[in-house]
């Protein structure tokens, strides 16, 4: 089975509020994790990435944090607007392993206006 | 910026028919990758290739064939199409093994094939 996984698979929000998504992983050889952003019949766009040296990485109103210990991953959106609203996917790469990705089954994110 | 581009945003094929979805990315990349998407079953790949005439059998190959004549294309085959294919397919690309961030895949935005 998969070794990536959500804890929920719908979050609902304000707008204007903070967002975070979650997502739990299995594999402790994971060294290199993605969250993508799938708006309705769109493809799966890149938002940011985040490697298992670091604990902590910054973009653009999104933060990604990483939990060795409890291998959790999260997602944190700031200020969250109506354009968030998508489905957000997280993905692991095991070290030493082929470039494939492991993928999550998403968590749907709504924001209310 | 990567682009990735898939030949149709919408297929509807017959029992039986022979279906190629097209893939082409514009960034010089090594990885290839096809998925389908299917609700509550999230990405499985089905093939993916590291290079030109290479493919390699992913999650789910059963029914499908690949074909990576050319390092910017990669087709996906549906030998003889069933109605369980009926899916979104995906297609990614990703830098080969001596670039950073190696394993970040590029996604097109996608083909809904419905095969009645």
């Known amino acids: 089975g998969e070794s990536v996984g959500l804890h929920l698979p719908t979050l609902s929000v304000q707008e204007g509020d903070n967002s975070i998504i979650n997502c739990a992983y299995s594999?402790?050889?994971?060294?290199?994790f993605i969250w993508y952003k799938q708006e309705s019949g769109k493809g799966p766009q890149f938002i940011i990435d985040i490697r298992s040296n670091m604990d902590k990485r910054q973009g653009q109103r999104v933060t990604v944090l990483l939990n060795k210990t409890v291998k959790h991953l999260s997602l944190q959106i700031a200020a969250t607007q109506p354009g968030d609203s998508a489905v957000y996917f997280c993905?692991?790469?095991?070290?030493?392993?082929?470039?494939?990705?492991?993928f999550g089954k998403g968590t749907k994110l709504t924001v209310n206006p | 910026d990567v682009k990735v581009t898939q030949s149709s945003r919408y297929l509807v094929k017959r029992t039986g028919e022979k279906v190629f979805l097209e893939c082409v990315q514009d960034m010089d990349h090594e990885n290839m990758f096809w998925y389908r998407q299917d609700p509550g079953l999230g990405l499985r790949l089905i093939y993916f290739s590291y290079d030109v005439k290479m493919k390699e059998k992913g999650d789910i190959p059963e029914g499908y064939s690949v074909s990576r004549e050319k390092k910017e294309r990669f087709s996906l085959i549906l030998e003889s199409a069933s109605t369980n294919q009926t899916s979104m397919y995906l297609c990614?690309?990703?830098?080969?093994?001596?670039?950073?961030?190696?394993?970040?895949?590029?996604f097109g935005p996608g083909t809904r094939l419905l095969v009645l």
């Open positions: 594999n402790s050889a994971s060294d290199y």
């Open positions: 990614a690309s990703s830098f080969g093994l001596l670039a950073d961030h190696q394993e970040t895949q590029y």
């Open positions: 993905a692991e790469n095991i070290e030493g392993g082929s470039e494939k990705l492991v």
